[in-house]
């Protein structure tokens, strides 16, 4: 139980609503999520050559939709980078979300912190 409430202690809870943003493509990485509950779409903005190459069209693509105790946001945090997607919540959601030196932490120490997303 003990362990249990030091991974608890790093991570906060977050309710979105469908359609609400998580974060955007191009803002800072400050944190990892976990979904307990929902679906979250990552998207990206693409621009796609048109009329040999002299314009360009802009589109926005799903690159993938998350569910139960799928995690994201860890791949700009690993590269030190900026947001490379957009996060939307595409129903009512509950993510955990910590910061990433925590998380990396926890991680090192238990894997107990899946035990929290059953």
Do not use: W
């Amino acid at each position: 139980m003990e362990k249990i409430s030091k991974v608890t202690y790093f991570f906060h809870k977050r309710k979105y609503q469908a359609g609400e943003i998580v974060f955007k493509e191009g803002e800072q990485s400050k944190y990892i999520y976990l979904i307990k509950k929902g679906e979250i779409e990552l998207e990206k903005e693409v621009e796609i050559p048109v009329n040999n190459d002299k314009e360009l069209l802009r589109a926005t693509v799903r690159v993938a939709k998350l569910t139960k105790k799928e995690y994201f946001g860890d791949c700009d945090l690993i590269f030190n980078r900026e947001r490379y997607f957009t996060a939307i919540s595409s129903t009512s959601s509950s993510v955990y979300f910590c910061e990433a030196m925590q998380f990396m932490k926890i991680v090192e120490e238990s894997k107990i912190f899946m035990e929290m997303l059953a």
